[in-house]
């Protein structure tokens, strides 16, 4: 039998031994610990643990030999880090879609993108230079409701393990996000302070900011706007226009979406309570 | 005569020439351009310079001559880098007290410190190690405006060219903020998404945000908080509790007000329409 | 005639009043100031400044009229920000051509991208899916000097305005590197502290490093190795292996070299005495 | 008995089982683990584990029991999390001191320093403000081992945990280095690239560096210049003067000295190998 790699994630209610009983399972079963991640939250009581595991597994005796020697309320997901598969959702602007395809392309995002839906055609080209399936769903003369449906048909049948809104410019209804609870992932620009309304880098050029910021999260019907997997910032003055500022937006909006892609992608997220622990 | 070091300060209706009447006077009067940064508005039709002038001057002939010259909406100011003279106020807080004391005593900071005035007595020791006089003006069984009155005769008394609110945690008046037009400064917490209401850090540490920010502002009575003088932000992740998150915030609220302070008092700042243009 | 915006670039020995003459210049010409950047390095007594211009422009009368009433010590150049010319020498690694492809394509990079030269095939179906001629020079069996014929040979057919190394691994002879003064672009890591010999990202790991930089810069004969154009850098620990901290360091080579050229593009580099003044 | 917290350092071969063991230890001891942090290196095959406990503690028991159950390759600390004792070493520059003096007095350090020893008296008024002794050991006239058996002399009375050079700017022998052994802790400004030989910064200046760093490292007789705790950089650009950039590189000094305090004091550093493993 082969030696392989595998990450075992638990999320549980924390109590005292956790990390002895699960480590000393993971022991008697000839795996070795290459890498563990824990993290308890005492406000919630709640504990994360990510195990890199290497060894012959057998899944699930594994997985059995956890749940009955563990309390009921202990989530545990053994994974292999295969690469996963991203529907992506656009509507015009090229940049988050061209990052994520050129670092697909060569291996620096850790997931096959197999599919690109938009709400537009602007992006087609782009996206079948890489030799992947662009589908035009319009939103013209449908209902929200219809419109959603038939996006859904599409990704059904290509049944991604997450979808990501690389500037997709649509709100989202409910029921669709039910549909991917924790699996869709949305980027937008973020601002000190926030700005409400319409053209918010020209409120932003009118404010004479210094910081321009980006914020990757899932997408739930929470409030707020979900759990926040990475932000980061780049650094404006008064000689940007609210064009450069909007450009400047953009390169940080490409980045922080490949990072956070990059962590949900390699099992280095979890998500609870509205708010993510994330073992970088 | 000896040779000086000034910088000449204009805001002006934008209009084309102003740099070639500007430097042109200058040059007439055997002043050496050390170093000159000018910026345009173009959607407001404002135009900014900052000349450092090395030389031999006649103050008021050199304005008279700009004025002269220059349309009468042109505002000069011309000044020497001596150090400016401040104003502290406080309430309990000591990490951007302290830093201002510590950089202004050894020269990193070009201003005096010339009084410390807190609503509460917990940061007079500290103060008064720096040898600066302190200053109790209690806000109990006062008015807001008896208080404010109280300052005021204080600050008279000192004549300063800024008030700082180092973690002052009263809000003033608009006619206390109306004494002191853009020389009030200011420094807060900001946050991605913004928190609104108690306890900012206890929202960002329950929203999950993985950066911290601060935003040193003047103080004004317009609309939103002020004309944005510098931000930075740090990085926090799970792991930080909402009190490692506020001392995350307390190190970079203090970098940014003496960055603030260091543009400020270098005459490297314009205001006009509730923003900034820093020449750094 | 036509309202255009172009860039006038003057380089010079220092001397009082130059900002007054080439502004009052301009200003004769009716053209409008849109923005000026302007530097003096006192040490070495040199003088930079960048205009942009709006109006209607007689070239070779403004750049006579420049000419005549300055001093013959200083350098004038007036550009339209008409899109650049780049060819691109790859090697094997796919991130730094990537990103370059990827933002010309969109227009986030000033500059077309007129052919990529490989000394080997690897990068040429990258290269073929945005319509670029690629032309695979080896070195296999042939004298740095014929490889290099060849490699001019192709250079020439295309007349770009800049070559960019994005990571092409072998060494450029001094006689290639005479060809193209200043319009070679070059990216490699950097580290602190630096690492001389083979494998530095494994010795970067053995040291413990803590930060993973990147310098893009001219290249050419002097000492060092040329003008530095752009620097940043990235953040890892003890948890990176060296492969990771590669990793990381790509990321950051990609972003760097893009920069940098971003700002060539945009005509906001000068070059002199080994260093650069970039006006950004 | 009452409930403590401390933290449990473990540094040991690496082999299969050691998280289950020392976690099931701590388990039979009826301690709660609060955070736990691990790391193995697989290439020398050493595991580290930093374990915050929490309960009654007997502390030669659970050593004991540690010791017992574990190979003898193993090494164990139990601390407290009590605040450090530190002697701070300085010549003339006051910002590295000024910034441990500052962030000591109100907290923002979990050390005390309990001495400051200069070569020079410049930094004498400012340690005596915060009531703390300081002790002027000349150089002169001395040589570099009577010096420092005059400093040793000073240290031993003192029993400090660590030793700090806030900006010492002598070089001290391997007789003084070997005394105390990863406990002195030293700052200096670092360079893309590195510049060796005096001047650095004007060096810099001349080469056009457009980021000036600062790393924090143990003094030990490696090669090299020991162990790495944190590093930081800033960015300047040819507007810097070559004494504006050392101004630069003197905030970010001291901001990466108080981190790397931070860390060690906090018993969150361990050092193998010449190289560390931060657990921040």
Redesign the interface.
């Known amino acids: 039998m082969p030696i392989e790699r595998k990450v075992l994630l638990t999320q549980s209610e924390d109590h005292?031994?956790l990390?002895?009983q699960i480590?000393?399972i993971?022991?008697k079963h000839?795996?070795?610990?290459?890498?563990?991640?824990?993290?308890?939250?005492?406000e919630h009581h709640q504990f994360f643990m990510r195990t890199e595991l290497e060894g012959v597994f057998n899944d699930q005796l594994l997985l059995d030999d956890l749940n009955q020697s563990l309390s009921k309320k202990t989530a545990h997901r053994l994974t292999t880090a295969t690469r996963k598969r991203i529907v992506i959702m656009v509507t015009k602007e090229?940049?988050c879609l061209?990052?994520l395809?050129?670092k697909s392309?060569?291996g620096?995002l850790n997931a096959d993108i197999v599919a690109v839906i938009g709400n537009h055609t602007t992006l087609e080209e782009?996206t079948e230079?890489?030799d992947i399936p662009f589908h035009y769903i319009t939103h013209e003369n449908l209902s929200r409701e219809q419109q959603e449906d038939n996006i859904q048909q599409i990704i059904a049948g290509y049944k991604p393990d997450y979808i990501v809104l690389a500037k997709y410019m649509r709100i989202l209804t409910p029921s669709f996000v039910e549909q991917y609870n924790n699996r869709i992932i949305n980027i937008h620009h973020?601002?000190?302070?926030?700005f409400i309304g319409a053209r918010p880098y020209h409120q932003a050029y009118?404010?004479?900011?210094?910081?321009i910021?980006a914020?990757a999260h899932f997408v739930n019907n929470d409030l707020?706007?979900g759990?926040?997997i990475?932000?980061?910032?780049t650094r404006v003055?008064?000689?940007h226009t609210a064009e450069e500022m909007a450009?400047a937006g953009?390169?940080v909006e490409e980045?922080v979406l490949l990072h956070a892609l990059q962590q949900v992608t390699n099992e280095k997220v979890f998500v609870y309570?509205?708010?993510?622990?994330?073992f970088?």
């Open positions: 005292t031994g990390i002895a480590t000393h993971c022991f000839g795996l070795n610990i290459i890498k563990n991640d824990e993290f308890v939250d005492r090229p940049h061209g990052e395809l050129m392309l060569y620096a782009l230079k890489f973020s601002f000190l302070p926030a009118a404010r004479g900011v210094k910081i910021g914020t707020d706007e759990p926040i990475s932000q980061d910032v003055d008064h000689r450009q953009r390169q980045s309570e509205n708010r993510t622990v994330v970088d």
